[in-house]
């Protein structure tokens, strides 16, 4: 973590699992194991992971994780679990007893008066908006991460606009053009991409969660 007083990290990591908490719930329902609480999404879609409870401040064991599991197989969705390595240093163990490999993730945070880098003009051709729910771009703005992680690493890949086009044409009956419309008409979710001809080359969204008064924003950016 980086760019935030210690002072405030513990409150940092409070909003952190609050959002983490409050984003699925919009598109799913929780099923409640104790310390881990999976959530289980309703219709099409990526699966979302187990993860820690909110609030929960007693032990986790390698038999909770195992019981998880075994509702992940029941339900055909990937035993997968994301946790805040900070906020439940527990899990890891657990995890790991039950013979789960666990991948680690750097949390990278941008403190409220770190000054914004001078953002580079775009390319001819290029224009960075907001994605509205009726706008054309949707589709290949939702689809764009695809071809995008579709190589390991960070370096640029092999996909171009034939794989793009692919992972439009891939969405066009699964549902997904459709909930995004919805979640954006419902304020939940906002998309962003740089357009070049009436195509979104890299995209992005932000979700939006209402906890406790607060209004907590995430964004996961995705070039390609």
């Not at 994780?65 to 890891?92: C, D, H, K, M």
């Not at 509205?132 to 689809?143: C, N, T």
């Not at 066009?172 to 001809?197: H, M, N, P, Q």
Request: one cysteine or more; aromatic letters at 4%.
């Amino acid at each position: 973590m980086t760019s935030v007083d210690l002072a405030d990290r513990r409150e940092l990591l409070d909003r952190l699992e609050q959002y983490y908490d409050a984003v699925p719930r919009s598109g799913a329902r929780v099923e409640d194991f104790g310390p881990l609480s999976l959530f289980i999404r309703e219709g099409q879609g990526r699966p979302f992971s187990a993860r820690p409870t909110l609030g929960w401040s007693g032990s986790v064991s390698a038999a909770d994780v195992n019981r998880v599991r075994a509702r992940q197989r029941e339900l055909g969705i990937p035993e997968s679990f994301e946790w805040v390595a900070e906020t439940a240093p527990a899990l890891r163990a657990a995890v790991e007893q039950t013979g789960l490999a666990v991948h680690e993730h750097p949390l990278m945070v941008l403190g409220p008066d770190v000054p914004a880098p001078a953002v580079p003009e775009p390319a001819d051709g290029v224009v960075v908006r907001t994605v509205g729910p009726d706008d054309p771009v949707l589709p290949s703005a939702l689809a764009v991460p695809q071809p995008a992680f579709a190589e390991p690493g960070t370096g640029g890949g092999a996909a171009g606009l034939a794989e793009l086009g692919e992972a439009v044409r891939g969405r066009a009956g699964d549902g997904s053009v459709k909930r995004a419309v919805a979640r954006i008409l419902a304020g939940l979710t906002c998309v962003a991409a740089a357009v070049e001809d009436n195509t979104a080359v890299l995209g992005g969204c932000a979700e939006d969660a209402s906890t406790s008064g607060r209004r907590i924003a995430g964004a996961r950016p995705v070039a390609w």
